[in-house]
């Protein structure tokens, strides 16, 4: 079974299963507006992700704490700057717009560039082995990737078996 960026989203944002779809599209548009600002530059104000994700800078503000206890990184003015993808080094570096950032974690490199319609250079290392990672991906589709036989396995909440990235030679 193969499963598209958009079904990995969808399920992302519905794992609270009680909130109203209103709210899944106000978190999708803002995570969304998180990411592109971020992308831009580094630190981003509540009042910037408010106009960009269209929401009150009071429900900006709600929103980027209740975001900060799955990690995401603010800076000692409660600005933005990090939210899957940041300026800080990690393992995962990731080059868009001629700019180096730096993604929390290979499946983050990998939906990173559909949400910011751009293509990304990502370089990641095999925890499993420590070779090093390459590979290009566009908004539509991976592009480029080596070595050979690299492999992502992602669980996707909901669904009953694993989504599997295996190469353009294997069968999903």
Known sequence: MSYEFADVRRAWLATNGSDSAEEVATRARFFSAMVRAIAEASPVSPERL?????????????????????????????????AALTPVPTPHRFRV????LYAWCALDALFLPGLLGATADVE????AT????????????????????????VVVPGASVPLGSTGPDSPT
């Open 124 to 127: 990641s290392t095999c925890p």
């Open 50 to 82: 408010a106009g960009a994700a269209e929401v009150s800078t009071k429900r900006a503000a709600e929103l980027i704490r209740s975001l900060s206890a799955s990690g995401v990184q603010l800076d000692d003015d409660g600005n933005l700057v990090g």
């Open 97 to 100: 717009n001629g700019r180096d």
């Open 130 to 153: 420590g070779a090093e990672i390459r590979l290009t991906v566009s908004p539509p589709a991976r592009a480029d990737y080596a070595p050979a036989g690299t492999v992502l396995t």
